[in-house]
């Protein structure tokens, strides 16, 4: 089956009720899914935000793909769930992404982008869920879709297609990388086979590893 895309959606942020009552947080988790051609930018897609800068977007995380299989699992377990609770900008068909490795690169219409890390869920997963327990969740499936890089601008748009330009040889997967950071620390040296995985990453590596 050709891998493609499905749904192309962004979200500007908002201010929505907190973990703790009487509490907001500003969030950009909520996407809608919107038509036509949309910009790729050095960053993101036009029309999409990230609220905490330090946290979420930048480079490293310009783009977040989730996976239709992936929701199929997640409606398994969950039951009928909003096809954008994971804020996912782009949903994919046909492509398991536990299975990308870190550093591949693609081309989706027009642009081009790099697989950079797996995402890494906080509290604000829960509050788009209206579930606190499904970043817990979320950590144990060890689904964890895919942060891309931007590597080339262009357009692209709901039913493109994936090409995997690609695949670096060292093979580490977004769900190996996940599944390390999360469940198998013991094996943090791996991570620094994958020279495509943001600074911290290696970082956090380096210290488990010297304090083995």
């Not at 703790?20 to 051609?37: A, F, H, N, Q, S």
């Not at 606190?132 to 709901?158: D, K």
């Not at 330009?165 to 620390?185: K, M, Q, S, Y």
């Amino acid at each position: 089956m050709t891998a493609f895309v499905r749904t192309v959606a962004v979200g500007r942020p908002r201010e929505v009720p907190g973990p703790r009552d009487g509490e907001t947080t500003r969030t950009g988790i909520w996407k809608e899914p919107v038509e036509g051609p949309v910009e790729v930018g050095p960053e993101n897609l036009a029309g999409d935000e990230q609220a905490d800068r330090v946290h979420h977007g930048g480079p490293d995380k310009s783009v977040y793909v989730y996976g239709e299989e992936d929701l199929d699992w997640w409606r398994g377990e969950l039951g009928d769930i909003d096809d954008q609770v994971f804020g996912q900008n782009l949903t994919m068909v046909g492509y398991d992404l536990r299975d990308a490795v870190v550093g591949e690169r693609w081309r989706i219409g027009m642009a081009e982008f790099q697989v950079a890390q797996p995402r890494t869920p906080c509290f604000k997963l829960g509050l788009r869920a209206g579930d606190r327990g499904l970043p817990r969740r979320f950590t144990a499936a060890v689904r964890p879709g895919v942060y891309l890089r931007v590597t080339a601008t262009g357009t692209l748009a709901a039913g493109d297609e994936l090409h995997v330009l690609d695949r670096p040889v060292h093979g580490l997967t977004v769900a190996e990388a996940f599944a390390i950071l999360h469940h198998d620390r013991e094996r943090a040296a791996r991570l620094l086979e994958a020279p495509e995985l943001p600074a911290g990453w290696h970082a956090w590596a380096r210290e488990r590893v010297a304090h083995r």
